[in-house]
């Protein structure tokens, strides 16, 4: 079965980077592009960023573009999302979740990792 | 950023069915997807492209989408349904990835 298991969370402070991984296995990873979405505390869920299935194309919600970077690697079935600069207001749940196969929608997703942002 | 338009909270009696809204201007050009979260889980996808059920979901989930407003419906609302839902579109314009505010749904 799609399993995701996200890493790389953490306490962080305002300015500092960190990186997180999404494991992918259960399906041929390298076919599905990929979405990140967080989830502040107790708010609503947010669209974060978009790779497609061959890294080629990536798409950003304005609150991270510039500052997040979307990439995989296939080899190793691997999602990740580079935060540089984090804000206070980037604290949240980060899922990674699977792309359904006619759109965009998330048919798969992984249990989360919570990233706080504090100084 | 802009969220599609949910009511907070949705309230229904056992039994009963439950319809939770998705409001955007001419939303129905667009797919529309719906996803049910429950305390401290992730979320899971029970209506993709309006209307289609992932494998497993109930048939008493069902969606319809039609000039501004989307419509998730629970028929025989079970106390297990009790959730957060989000309904979510893809923005050609922008491409970019738009969810909904979020509809707590209590279960009497």
């Given at each position: 079965?799609?399993?995701?298991?996200?890493?790389?969370g953490?306490?962080?402070?305002?300015?500092?980077?960190?990186?997180?991984?999404?494991?992918?296995?259960?399906?041929?990873?390298?076919?599905?592009?990929?979405?990140?979405?967080?989830?502040?505390?107790?708010?609503?869920?947010?669209?974060?960023?978009?790779?497609?299935?061959?890294?080629?194309?990536?798409?950003?919600?304005?609150?991270?573009?510039?500052?997040?970077?979307?990439?995989?690697?296939?080899?190793?079935?691997?999602?990740?999302?580079?935060?540089?600069?984090?804000?206070?207001?980037?604290?949240?749940?980060y899922?990674?979740?699977?792309?359904?196969?006619?759109?965009?929608?998330?048919?798969?997703?992984?249990?989360?990792?919570l990233v706080?942002?504090?100084? | 950023?802009?969220?599609?338009?949910?009511?907070?909270?949705?309230?229904?009696?056992?039994?009963?069915?439950?319809?939770?809204?998705?409001?955007?201007?001419?939303?129905?050009?667009?797919?529309?997807?719906?996803?049910?979260?429950?305390?401290?889980?992730?979320?899971?996808?029970?209506?993709?492209?309006?209307?289609?059920?992932?494998?497993?979901?109930?048939?008493?989930?069902?969606?319809?989408?039609?000039?501004?407003?989307?419509?998730?419906?629970?028929?025989?609302?079970?106390?297990?349904?009790?959730?957060?839902?989000?309904?979510?579109?893809?923005?050609?314009?922008?491409?970019?990835?738009?969810?909904?505010?979020?509809?707590?749904?209590?279960?009497?």
């Amino acid at each position: 079965q799609v399993q995701l298991v996200e890493s790389g969370g953490g306490v962080v402070q305002p300015g500092r980077s960190l990186r997180l991984s999404c494991a992918a296995s259960g399906f041929t990873f390298s076919s599905y592009p990929m979405h990140w979405v967080r989830q502040a505390p107790g708010k609503g869920l947010e669209w974060a960023a978009f790779i497609s299935y061959d890294g080629i194309n990536k798409y950003y919600a304005d609150s991270v573009k510039g500052r997040f970077t979307i990439s995989r690697d296939n080899s190793k079935n691997t999602l990740y999302l580079q935060m540089n600069s984090l804000k206070t207001e980037d604290t949240a749940v980060y899922y990674c979740a699977r792309v359904g196969s006619s759109g965009w929608y998330a048919d798969s997703w992984g249990q989360g990792t919570l990233v706080t942002v504090s100084s | 950023s802009y969220a599609l338009t949910q009511p907070p909270s949705v309230s229904v009696a056992p039994g009963q069915t439950a319809r939770i809204t998705c409001g955007e201007n001419n939303i129905g050009s667009k797919s529309v997807h719906w996803y049910q979260q429950k305390p401290g889980q992730a979320p899971v996808l029970v209506v993709y492209d309006d209307s289609d059920r992932p494998s497993g979901i109930p048939e008493r989930f069902s969606g319809s989408n039609s000039g501004n407003t989307a419509t998730l419906t629970i028929s025989r609302v079970e106390a297990g349904d009790e959730a957060d839902y989000y309904c979510q579109v893809y923005n050609s314009s922008g491409d970019r990835v738009v969810f909904g505010g979020g509809t707590k749904l209590t279960v009497l």
